[in-house]
């Protein structure tokens, strides 16, 4: 089965702190990963997919394989960070082929403190 | 491009009645997801629709339906409703891009059921 665990529910860093927020999966196959962000009353946006290796808003994230996970990292937390963090896997059935369906992890709320 | 659009953004229906909820995808996506969220479960696949048919299915009773029409709108369905219904009903359209969908939300309905 395809799953997504994110271990903390909530994050609380101080502006300036280094932020990393954990995302481990289980999938069989080659992975493909998504981060999603919601900020206070907007939607659910794409922060970053991890093929296309872009550093968004000073957010990365590095797939290790090995380790099953897909932690989401930013050197210098901002307080405009402050929201939920979704990692997302997407359904591939056992032929290998894409549906327009995610698996999200519980998410972690990341509080930023001046 | 215009995104998402859902309508209507908020609703209050009360227990057993139905109800109905509208999404227009992002022009040019043939791909759209519903899903729900609730503080509990989290963000939850209800269904996906392409090119006017279910591809791929939530575990969610069948009280829950949707159905997609010819421009890729989308609507879906929840009779009976439950108190335990209540929640932000997200609708997603899709782009392929690469080997998988990267899903474009829209801002929700939410969904109170008293």
Redesign the interface.
């Known amino acids: 089965a395809q799953r997504v665990t994110q271990p903390e529910k909530l994050l609380s860093v101080f502006k300036g702190a280094p932020v990393e927020l954990k995302c481990n999966y289980s999938y069989s196959g080659s992975p493909e990963l998504f981060w999603y962000v919601q900020y206070s009353r907007q939607r659910l946006q794409l922060l970053l997919r991890h093929i296309s290796r872009e550093s968004i808003k000073g957010f990365t994230a590095d797939l290790n394989k090995g380790e099953t996970s897909f932690h989401l990292k930013k050197p210098f937390a901002q307080e405009e960070d402050s929201a939920m963090y979704y990692c997302a896997l997407p359904f591939f059935n056992a032929g290998g082929t894409s549906y327009g369906k995610l698996t999200f992890g519980q998410g972690t709320i990341l509080t930023v403190h001046p | 491009k215009a995104?998402?659009t859902q309508t209507p953004r908020y609703l209050i229906k009360t227990r057993g009645q139905q109800v109905t909820l509208s999404c227009s995808p992002i022009s040019g996506h043939r791909?759209?997801?519903w899903?729900q969220q609730t503080p509990g479960q989290?963000?939850?696949?209800l269904f996906?629709y392409?090119s006017e048919t279910q591809?791929?299915k939530?575990n969610f009773p069948g009280r829950f339906s949707g159905r997609q029409f010819s421009n890729s709108r989308s609507e879906m369905n929840v009779s009976t409703l439950e108190l335990g219904d209540s929640a932000l009903y997200?609708c997603?359209s899709?782009l392929?891009t690469?080997?998988?969908?990267?899903?474009?939300?829209?801002?929700?309905t939410r969904l109170t059921v008293t």
Do not use: C, I, K
């Open positions: 995104g998402v791909s759209v997801s899903y989290g963000l939850q696949f996906e392409f591809r791929n939530g997200l997603a899709s392929m690469g080997a998988v969908y990267e899903q474009y939300f829209g801002p929700g």
